[in-house]
């Protein structure tokens, strides 16, 4: 907020600087601001960045008249602007005296209703004009045009942007000249509505499309937030979102929920440590009638979730789904009554227990560094499963999406059983030891509905390849229809790409832990075994399936004789495909990677809009947990960027590319920098997800 004395800079001439300088002086001493003009300043970035990313969307329909008409609204929000610092200007020249101009800035720097009316515009253009919700609201409007709906693309934006300007104007005009010099108004001297539209923008947008709008800006934080601070009405309609997920303790310390948001909580998540129950546990639990899904978050030992604890949310009529974050375990846990559990009336469609992390725990020698449990993780694993198998098994007739780690999960007791709704499961951890027969074909036959399979499952250092399904296919084979499919070091011959993929729309063949990890740290290498695919075999294996639906293809390989082969075969035979994600290792390690030509064969995917790549560059430092990152950090980031510029700029002839991925590893994780086409409007140079965390190796 400036102060009174950026005003005068802006508005008052300098051969009356001196004549306001006591008024200055006596304003900024007592605290006085004025906040009138920077809301309109940053109007203008808002505008230019709007109108910037508007101009680049007409490459793909450049000849909407309703786009245009938008950007001609906010080219004339600036001259707006200037007209209302002219008007305040005059205003001020016009003054008799130095006491008269004393007493207009003091109501210009007390007046509610001018600052209200410049804050009510700020909230409409950057409700209607941000740049995440144009972002999100462009491929809404570019659907429009796409069905000949061309009229209704946009159409709120610009008659918001244009009602937003005409009341501030009127607004403006009846407080600047209102006969009293004091700048008060009554109620029916304030500019009314417009009638037509009767809302501006965003107040006038369809409820569906707010929610699409809503459902892609509620995981950045902050910006759902501001989507419901527009008005009254846009934060009604966000109410369910915002409260949709909640976080609360273990103890009961934030006590009951208020009344206005009790209803909209549908996910609870409790955070922190749980060293025992309480009988203060739960306490906001019959006050959520809405409550379907809870997940116990942790601390970084590993702590565990007592049984009352478990007992006391299970038992609630209408939970669906319970989850255990990353920062929860089993560490000094008294396993589940497994008798209690089958006699429990439990209805879940999700179970969801993931602790990807884990695997390293073996790995570190001294835990206690690292925020780790000091328990054996034999101990650990043993109680694990006797608390998950139980409850595991009493939701076999109901469950819809389960998630469980290898070591403790029991495939040959599940496949005992019929899961009748199983449509998504999830396999993550490592095999507790090496095997040869593949415990997956009986389970898997008895699960008719399954269309997600996830097995990302790491291999002990004496055992091979296993393949899910046999080498032979069995006779109910044809049965399986796959959506979605990740394997860890898949085998070539396994039977499981024999099943119908008619409907895949993902397919992983990846590796578990990432092979970086093996070719840079010795205990992992001489932990885990990575027979990881060559691009031979990651060919052989996509010409053994029919793939008419791909979308999404991850790759993780050795590059050999093939390697361009491959990539050939990818971007021709995919038409779908607009997503992509290699990690391609060299052979020779020696070799110089050629990545530009590398793009210059995945610029020719006309679907492609999202690309990520590990290249295993020969002055890459290596991963995380891997020698002094001090000097490699300054080394090699500026030899990124460039690399990262040069991938995008060769690939922008890809129609819909979004962006391009670089994989760059840092002390502490490895994570993907994104590189957009000059066509777009955001940051060029973004850091994005995480491919993989590893805080816990010695140096």
Avoid at 629 to 645: L, Q
Avoid at 657 to 686: K, M, N
């Amino acid at each position: 907020m400036p102060s009174l004395t950026f005003f005068t800079r802006l508005v008052v001439p300098a051969e009356h600087e001196d004549a306001v300088a006591h008024t200055t002086s006596t304003l900024t001493t007592s605290g006085e601001v004025f906040a009138s003009i920077e809301p309109l300043a940053g109007l203008a970035a808002v505008c230019t960045a709007s109108i910037e990313l508007l101009l680049r969307a007409q490459s793909v329909q450049p000849h909407s008249p309703v786009l245009v008409s938008v950007c001609d609204e906010l080219v004339k929000l600036n001259s707006v602007m200037h007209e209302v610092h002219d008007h305040v200007r005059s205003r001020i020249q016009c003054a008799s005296c130095a006491s008269e101009r004393e007493a207009l800035l003091l109501s210009l720097a007390r007046s509610e209703e001018l600052h209200e009316c410049i804050e009510q515009l700020r909230r409409d253009i950057i409700g209607l004009c941000s740049l995440p919700t144009l972002q999100l609201y462009i491929p809404y409007a570019q659907w429009l045009w796409r069905v000949g709906k061309t009229e209704r693309a946009l159409e709120p934006v610009r008659d918001g942007i244009k009602e937003a300007m005409e009341r501030f104007q009127q607004s403006t005009e009846l407080i600047l000249e209102h006969p009293s010099g004091g700048l008060a108004l009554s109620e029916d001297t304030v500019a009314p509505a417009h009638s037509g539209r009767g809302q501006s923008g965003m107040e006038s947008i369809d409820e569906d499309t707010f929610r699409l709008i809503a459902y892609e800006v509620r995981n950045t934080k902050g910006d759902l937030l501001s989507l419901s601070s527009v008005s009254r009405r846009l934060r009604g309609l966000a109410m369910p979102m915002l409260f949709a997920h909640c976080s609360t303790d273990y103890y009961g310390n934030r006590g009951v929920p208020p009344l206005t948001i009790r209803h909209f909580v549908r996910h609870l998540t409790y955070k922190g440590l749980c060293g025992s129950h309480r009988p203060s546990f739960g306490i906001e639990l019959p006050y959520l009638p809405a409550l379907s899904c809870i997940t116990f978050d942790g601390d970084d030992y590993g702590s565990g979730v007592p049984w009352p604890v478990l007992e006391r949310c299970l038992r609630i009529p209408q939970l669906r789904s319970v989850s255990w974050g990353l920062g929860a375990g089993f560490a000094a846990m008294d396993p589940y009554p497994a008798h209690v559990i089958a006699d429990m009336p439990v209805v879940l469609t999700s179970l969801h227990f993931e602790r990807p992390l884990r695997m390293w725990r073996t790995l570190v020698f001294e835990p206690d560094r690292y925020g780790l449990s000091v328990i054996p993780p034999e101990k650990e694993i043993a109680t694990e499963s006797l608390c998950m198998i139980p409850l595991v098994l009493r939701t076999h007739e109901t469950i819809e999406s389960l998630w469980l780690v290898m070591e403790s999960a029991s495939i040959e007791r599940m496949a005992e059983m019929e899961w009748p709704n199983l449509r998504e499961f999830v396999l993550s951890g490592e095999y507790p030891r090496p095997i040869t027969s593949s415990p997956f074909v009986d389970l898997l036959r008895r699960t008719p509905r399954l269309t997600t399979f996830s097995a990302s499952i790491a291999l002990p250092i004496h055992m091979d390849r296993l393949p899910i399904l046999g080498r032979s296919p069995p006779p109910w084979i044809e049965r399986l229809e796959f959506r979605s499919l990740t394997l860890s070091y898949p085998d070539p011959g396994d039977a499981i790409f024999c099943a119908n993929m008619s409907a895949l729309t993902h397919l992983s063949l990846r590796d578990s832990p990432r092979y970086y990890y093996h070719l840079a740290i010795d205990k992992v290498s001489k932990r885990y075994n990575a027979p990881i695919l060559t691009s031979s075999e990651c060919l052989r294996i996509l010409k053994r399936m029919s793939l008419p639906a791909l979308e999404s293809l991850a790759l993780s390989y050795i590059a050999d004789e093939e390697d361009q082969d491959l990539l050939h075969y990818v971007i021709d035979t995919f038409s779908q495909l607009h997503t992509l994600e290699l990690h391609r290792y060299r052979k020779d390690r020696q070799e110089v990677v050629q990545h530009a030509t590398i793009a210059r064969v995945l610029s020719r995917g006309e679907m492609l809009r999202y690309v990520f790549l590990n290249l295993d560059f020969h002055d890459d430092h290596g991963p995380p947990g891997k020698g002094n990152w001090e000097e490699p950090i300054s080394v090699f980031d500026p030899v990124h960027e460039d690399r990262g510029f040069e991938l995008v700029a060769i690939m922008e002839r890809c129609p819909r590319l979004q962006y391009v991925a670089l994989l760059r590893h840092y002390e502490l994780l490895s994570q993907w920098v994104e590189y957009h086409p000059s066509r777009c409007a955001q940051s060029r140079y973004v850091f994005a997800e995480t491919d993989s965390i590893n805080p816990y190796f010695e140096n």
